[in-house]
């Protein structure tokens, strides 16, 4: 059995769902696209 800590070590890096640029983990962030992809689909109000 592969232990805990290699298993979490192996998982792909983090990558915007739109542009595929890796980004920085953030605990407790369920984010699937980068600020720049965000910042290009925020309308004003």
């Known amino acids: 059995m592969q232990p805990v800590s290699e298993f979490y070590n ?8 739109h542009c595929g640029a890796v980004m920085s983990e953030q605990a407790e962030s ?6 720049e992809c965000e910042a290009k689909n925020n309308y004003p109000a």
């Open 10 to 17: 192996n998982l792909p890096r983090k990558s915007c769902a």
């Open 30 to 35: 369920y984010k699937t696209s980068c600020d």
